[in-house]
């Protein structure tokens, strides 16, 4: 992704909110009231240092063998994830960072789009932002994330954080330490 992305950022942000609303701490009324150069904004704090944001393009089968590249138009973000240092760090343990603004469009979903997007993520955390920790919130009823997230090596570190937009629930708390291998690769 580009900061020039904004409205391909912003299309699958309002897409994200829409299908799955207790998978991040943003509403979607609050989300489709911001203005474009808010969009502009995000997509810049997305791209900027101590960030990594992976997307995956949507290129339509017709148009994909039809049309020449640079005819196609814009393509859809079909797929994010984005992993960012974490502030404040928790002292005595290895650098963290939080995977956060995570979303596979529903027609990708069991793809296997979601776990090569999480290996690059993992390899990003490591290498890019020099983390030795990826953490990341579950919310407390997507037992489906949890699974996946498990499945890759993820754990339950036992912590559980109020969840904003509805204090009466819960996130969970996953971490995965990465390898040595992951950050020095």
Same mark, same amino acid.
């Given at each position: !992704? ?12 309002? %897409?994200?909110? *829409?299908? &799955? ?13 911001? #203005? ?8 810049? $704090? !997305? &791209?900027?240092?101590?960030?990594? #944001? ?6 339509? %089968?017709?148009?994909?063998? %039809?049309?020449?590249?640079? #005819? ?33 469009? $529903?027609?990708?979903?069991? #793809? ?11 390899? $990003? ?15 407390? @009823?997507?037992?489906? *994330? ?19 937009? @509805? ?19």
């Amino acid at each position: !992704m580009v900061a020039g992305d904004w409205e391909r950022l912003r299309a699958v942000r309002l %897409e994200m909110l *829409a299908d &799955t609303p207790a998978a991040y701490v943003e509403s979607l009324e609050s989300a489709q009231e911001q #203005t474009a150069g808010q969009w502009r904004n995000r997509a810049v $704090a !997305m &791209t900027a240092p101590g960030s990594v #944001t992976f997307v995956a393009e949507e290129i339509p %089968e017709v148009l994909s063998q %039809e049309l020449p590249q640079e #005819t196609r138009g814009p393509r859809t973000f079909c797929g994010l994830m984005r992993m960012v240092v974490k502030h404040p760090q928790e002292a005595n343990r290895p650098l963290q960072a939080m995977l956060i603004s995570v979303y596979v469009s $529903a027609p990708h979903r069991g #793809t296997g789009l979601a776990d090569e997007l999480l290996r690059r993520s993992v390899r $990003a955390a490591a290498d890019e932002l020099g983390a030795g920790l990826l953490q990341l919130g579950v919310h407390e @009823d997507n037992s489906r *994330a949890a699974g996946f997230y498990a499945r890759h090596g993820f754990h339950d570190t036992g912590r559980r954080e109020v969840y904003p937009l @509805d204090t009466s629930r819960k996130e969970i708390i996953m971490e995965r330490e990465l390898a040595r291998a992951e950050r020095d690769a």
